[in-house]
């Protein structure tokens, strides 16, 4: 997985047919779907239940871009080796998750996968610094984590600005998850975003029969960006 700074859509599957969900993938991605994200949450460290590591390698034999595991669960370590072997490519740890942050990161490294930092809306950039080394992704939330379908939180766009500031000429992802259509989707790229993360903006109006709507959604939200 080399490392480009070009925008990427990373559909999120949480808004996908839950019945369908191979086939979904790969409509999506024959659509034009950069990578595929997928939201992990445990009922504790947000108010939701979603999937698990055998869900993971399932559809990982139906991703033939990047599996983009967002880990919305505390604790995290316990995990990491199986979503791992679970197929994913990244692997991205709430700072707000455990005590240990570096340590969790240095973990999904060892464990082969990239690595990646969440930070919540009220979270701010002062534990970050030290730990731009060990990641290979920030990932900000533009909504509160938990459900989709939320509306965007403006306030995070000068966290993304000063974030890539801070991130300078390291490789480092910048990724946007929450509330991104295609109004939203320039205003973050243009502070440095580069990976946006889209459930209702690109699934809406489209199904396994019918996956144009797909595309469409993906090319609104690039042309959007693109001006």
Same mark, same amino acid.
């Given at each position: /997985?080399?490392?480009?700074?070009?925008? +990427?859509?990373?559909?999120?599957?949480?808004?996908?047919?839950?019945?369908?969900?191979?086939?979904?993938?790969?409509? #999506?991605?024959?659509?034009? !779907?950069?990578?595929?994200?997928? $939201?992990? /949450?445990?009922?504790?460290?947000?108010?939701?239940?979603?999937?698990?590591? =055998?869900?993971?390698?399932?559809?990982?034999?139906?991703?033939?871009?990047?599996?983009?595991? %967002?880990?919305?669960?505390?604790?995290?370590?316990?995990?990491?080796?199986?979503?791992?072997? !679970?197929?994913?490519?990244?692997?991205?740890? %709430?700072?707000?998750? *455990?005590?240990?942050?570096?340590?969790?990161?240095?973990?999904?490294?060892?464990?082969?996968?990239? &690595? *990646?930092? &969440?930070?919540?809306?009220?979270?701010?950039?002062?534990?970050?610094?030290?730990?731009?080394?060990?990641? $290979?992704?920030?990932?900000?939330?533009?909504?509160?984590?938990?459900?989709?379908?939320?509306?965007?939180?403006?306030?995070?766009?000068?966290?993304?600005? +000063?974030?890539?500031? /801070?991130?300078?000429?390291? =490789?480092?992802?910048?990724?946007?998850?929450?509330?991104?259509?295609?109004?939203?989707?320039?205003?973050? !790229?243009?502070?440095?975003?580069?990976?946006?993360?889209?459930?209702?903006? #690109?699934? +809406?109006?489209?199904? #396994?029969?019918?996956?144009?709507?797909?595309?469409?959604?993906?090319?609104?939200?690039?042309?959007?960006?693109?001006?």
């Amino acid at each position: /997985m080399s490392f480009d700074r070009s925008l +990427k859509i990373a559909p999120s599957i949480l808004s996908a047919d839950f019945a369908n969900f191979g086939q979904e993938i790969e409509a #999506v991605e024959a659509q034009g !779907a950069d990578w595929i994200h997928v $939201d992990v /949450m445990d009922g504790h460290f947000v108010p939701n239940l979603t999937f698990g590591p =055998p869900l993971c390698k399932a559809i990982r034999k139906h991703i033939n871009t990047v599996m983009d595991v %967002h880990l919305m669960i505390a604790p995290v370590d316990p995990y990491i080796d199986a979503f791992a072997d !679970a197929g994913a490519d990244i692997l991205t740890a %709430h700072l707000e998750s *455990g005590p240990h942050i570096h340590r969790t990161l240095q973990a999904i490294r060892g464990a082969g996968c990239k &690595a *990646g930092l &969440a930070l919540n809306p009220a979270t701010g950039l002062d534990d970050v610094e030290y730990l731009l080394d060990m990641v $290979d992704l920030v990932c900000i939330m533009t909504v509160n984590p938990g459900f989709g379908g939320q509306k965007f939180i403006h306030s995070q766009i000068e966290k993304v600005r +000063k974030l890539r500031a /801070m991130i300078g000429d390291r =490789p480092i992802h910048i990724e946007i998850d929450g509330g991104v259509t295609p109004e939203t989707a320039p205003l973050v !790229a243009e502070a440095g975003a580069d990976v946006l993360v889209a459930g209702s903006a #690109v699934f +809406k109006g489209g199904s #396994v029969g019918n996956p144009a709507p797909y595309g469409d959604n993906i090319r609104a939200i690039k042309a959007a960006v693109q001006g």
